[in-house]
């Protein structure tokens, strides 16, 4: 059963637990907010913020939403990095082409005076520096990293020409302490770190997810409690049971999910059974 038969057979707008989700499906992970109003303050000043923690706890959920929500300003540019493990020359390609700038890697010091004074002129225009948002960014390579310090620096230091998001893993911070990356991680003005999630708070997504899909009743509260103390307190993790959950239920073409179907598809005895099949 596809994920059209899904949401058809349980009257739901999007399957809420897979990735694709809409802006408005985004749930805001408790100290998130706070975090994206300054942000968005930020944006007139420039610099760096970063958002880190242990895979599966909402990072990249996080940074979507902070990018929704700034795409939303009027005049302000926002530019989303897709391939943060590139060399110095597909560097500058990507950032000239998120900015509008003709670049030729093989001239770096005109691509970097092109880019500066690009940003240069949205400033003085909009008050507004630009945004470059940069998930996995712990794949970035040192030398990528330095590069962008010193692009967004302006008159000695005195002002930043580009606001800068990075989005990684626990990586990140030891690599802000190393002596080449030191002077960026000095510069950090801001920083999220994301935490495991309690069951309670696991609890309370699950039910957000549920109403915001448009069936608040597809799941028991005895299912919802259950889910929530057998995810490890991690976002993903949860996604993953409810999504094998949510598939199974529309292939037994059950009414509802309860916390029946959690114990037959997530036993001890289960689970051997399956992998004796899979051999």
Not at 18 to 34: C, N, R
Not at 145 to 157: C, K, M, N, V, Y
Not at 228 to 247: D, F, I, K, P, T
Request: hydrophobic share 35%.
């Amino acid at each position: 059963m596809n994920n059209t038969d899904i949401r058809s057979l349980y009257g739901l707008k999007y399957n809420p637990f897979l990735p694709d989700l809409p802006p408005e499906a985004l749930y805001a992970i408790p100290g998130t907010e706070s975090f994206g109003l300054r942000v968005r303050s930020m944006a007139e000043n420039g610099g760096f913020a970063l958002i880190t923690g242990e895979p599966g706890l909402g990072k990249s959920k996080t940074l979507q939403k902070i990018a929704h929500q700034l795409e939303q300003i009027p005049d302000l540019t926002v530019g989303v990095m897709q391939r943060p493990q590139s060399k110095l020359g597909d560097f500058y390609r990507e950032m000239g082409e998120l900015f509008n700038v003709n670049l030729s890697p093989s001239n770096r010091y005109g691509g970097f005076k092109a880019l500066r004074d690009r940003w240069e002129r949205h400033c003085q225009s909009t008050l507004l520096k630009p945004v470059l948002l940069i998930d996995e960014a712990q794949q970035v390579s040192t030398e990528c990293l330095t590069e962008l310090r010193i692009l967004q620096s302006h008159r000695f230091d005195s002002q930043s020409l580009l606001f800068t998001i990075l989005c990684g893993d626990n990586r990140l911070p030891d690599r802000f302490r190393t002596a080449d990356l030191l002077p960026l991680g000095s510069r950090i003005g801001l920083r999220l770190l994301l935490e495991p999630l309690s069951p309670e708070q696991l609890q309370d997504y699950l039910y957000f997810a549920l109403e915001t899909a448009g069936n608040s009743q597809l799941m028991s509260d005895e299912l919802i409690l259950t889910l929530s103390g057998h995810a490890a307190n991690n976002l993903r993790v949860l996604n993953q049971m409810a999504a094998e959950l949510l598939a199974t239920a529309a292939q037994q073409n059950l009414p509802r999910l309860d916390e029946s179907l959690f114990f037959t598809l997530f036993s001890p005895s289960t689970t051997k059974t399956q992998r004796r099949r899979k051999k």
